[in-house]
């Protein structure tokens, strides 16, 4: 199973950025998918949470400017950004409880200049 993240890159302050994750592999089932993030020099932290049944949850910094989504379909998350700001800069990852393991995607960077 891999996860594999599009998206990122350089964005001004105000603008929007949509990150997509993509589960792959050999897969029974996908619950909890998760995004992450880890600015510049300081600890990853949670950003927001859709369980399998579609619930969702965010970080108070990102409520209301981040939506989480998911299409069980194609077994891929989404993070769609708005009102991006400079402390958003950070890299992004995905995490998704595939097969009843937790799995990573690589990290995408989101660079958000002011």
């Known amino acids: 199973v891999q996860l594999q993240a599009l998206g990122g890159g350089f964005v001004q302050t105000g603008g929007s950025q949509r990150l997509s994750c993509a589960a792959c592999g050999r897969i029974f089932s996908v619950n909890d998918m998760n995004w992450y993030r880890q600015p510049p020099g300081k600890q990853r932290e949670w950003v927001a949470t859709i369980t399998g049944g579609g619930r969702t949850n965010s970080a108070a910094s990102v409520k209301g400017r981040f939506t989480i989504s998911r299409d069980n379909a194609q077994n891929t998350v989404y993070l769609q950004m708005n009102s991006l700001k400079p402390e958003d800069t950070a890299v992004y990852y995905c995490?998704?409880?595939?097969?009843?393991?937790?799995?990573w995607g690589e990290g995408t960077l989101v660079t958000v200049s002011s």
């Open positions: 995490n998704a409880l595939v097969n009843r393991g937790y799995y």
